[in-house]
Every structure is written in C-alpha cells, then in structure tokens.
C-alpha cells in the first residue's frame, strides 16, 4: 500500500501545541482509515513561485496554525498550489485565515484583502482582530445542514480548542457572498469558525484547531476525513469525490 503524504505548510515549532498535535491526529487518522501516512514539514520561506510545484510530489496539503508565518507569501503560494491542482486541502486557524485571504485575491479579485496582523494599517482588513480572543479556549460550533462539514462529524453541533486572536473580519464577511467559499459553521455568537469550498472533493479550513482532539488520544473527523480522501483520490485518480459520513 502506498503511503499518503502529506506537506504540513508552516514553520515548526515545539513551542507551538498544535504542531505536537498534528503528528499525533494524523497518526490516529492513518489507524481509523487503513493507511499509511507519513508527513514533511516544509517551511514558508522555502517556497517560491519557481519551487511550488514541487508540493505536486505530495497527496495533500495541511495549512497549520503558527502565524505569522515567515513568509506569508509562501503560505498564499501553497495555498494557490493546493486550490488550483485540487489537492485535498485542510487550514486551521492561521491556515484557515491564509486561505481566506488567497482566494479573496486570487478568485474574488479582491487584491488588497490584508491581514491584520501582519499589515495592522490596512484599509481593507479581511482577517481582523478577533472580537474576543480565542486563546486556550473551547469553543460550541453549529454546522449547516446539507454541508460536507456536517456529514463529516456526524452532528450539528461540535465544540473544539482554540488558540487564535484573528479571525474573517464580521464586517467585511460579505465579500464572500456568492463564492463557492461557503461559511458552514459559526460560533453562537454568528461569527465564521468554518468554511468548505464547495464542488471540492476536500477543501475545509476551520478557525479552531481540529487536531487538538488527537491530544485526548481521538482520532479529529476532520483529518480522518482528510485523510480518506487523499487515499481515495491516490487509489482513483479522480477529482469528483466528496468527503462524507462521520470518518
């Protein structure tokens, strides 16, 4: 059986909890699949639009948390990559926010979409300061019905751990409106904590940290879901299927 590889964008850091949680959800989302999974790290400051290509060596693609990044240019260039080949794709937290942006530019047009935290002037903050931060904290979700996102975890309401202070500004989340980048799960308070690009066969970017739930020994729907369908993609050679059902 060939292994699943998976390129975790970001820059590793031990003194980040999600990077220890990451190793450890995808380890338990090999074991509740069936396949193998190994994983690189690869750094943001290592990828260029010369070199990017190179991420075509790998099944799938994980945007972890961890901003600022390096090089965020590298970030939204992996990002492109992954949306673009139709890579199985999954962001959580700075991943999710990165993604937000990359498509904001790159499809919507809307080229000066920032990030508050790295362009703190910006006139069109698309990621902003959460209006409560989210650090170390356990947060109630409710997903839409008919989304992959709830047939992936079962239920319509989930509560995950967070570690973020930034976040899809509430004011500008209109740009969105019409895209294929859906907001399929919000806090109780109406503000986006997930969204899938819908007619993907696996593009999920969530604002709390999945991978967490690995560190109560739990293998993360989501990344089991993940994991499923780089395998299937692998095994098929198609872009047509749809992740699905509790994995």
Not at 26 to 39: D, R
Not at 47 to 62: D, K, M, N, Q, T
Not at 168 to 182: I, T
Request: proline share 6%; hydrophobic share 40%.
């Amino acid at each position: 059986m060939q292994a699943i590889r998976v390129a975790l964008i970001g820059d590793q850091s031990e003194m980040v909890l999600a990077h220890k949680a990451i190793p450890m959800a995808l380890e338990l989302a090999g074991v509740k699949t069936g396949c193998q999974v190994e994983w690189d790290w690869v750094a943001t400051s290592s990828i260029l639009p010369a070199s990017v290509r190179a991420l075509g060596e790998y099944h799938c693609v994980w945007c972890v948390p961890g901003s600022p990044y390096e090089s965020e240019a590298g970030a939204l260039e992996a990002i492109r990559f992954a949306r673009e080949q139709e890579l199985p794709f999954l962001g959580t937290c700075g991943g999710c926010q990165h993604a937000i942006l990359e498509y904001a530019r790159n499809v919507l047009g809307i080229r000066d979409a920032k990030h508050a935290e790295t362009h703190p002037d910006a006139l069109l903050p698309l990621i902003a300061p959460l209006s409560c931060t989210l650090i170390e904290t356990l947060g109630t979700i409710d997903l839409d019905q008919d989304t992959m996102m709830r047939r992936i975890y079962g239920q319509d309401t989930i509560e995950e751990g967070y570690h973020c202070s930034y976040g899809l500004n509430p004011r500008l989340e209109h740009l969105l409106a019409g895209s294929a980048l859906k907001i399929t799960g919000r806090d109780r308070e109406g503000e986006a904590r997930a969204l899938e690009l819908v007619g993907r066969e696996f593009y999920f970017i969530t604002q709390f940290q999945p991978e967490r739930t690995a560190l109560t020994g739990r293998p993360p729907p989501v990344v089991s879901a993940f994991i499923s369908a780089a395998s299937y993609q692998l095994n098929n050679g198609s872009r047509s299927h749809r992740a699905g059902g509790p994995q």
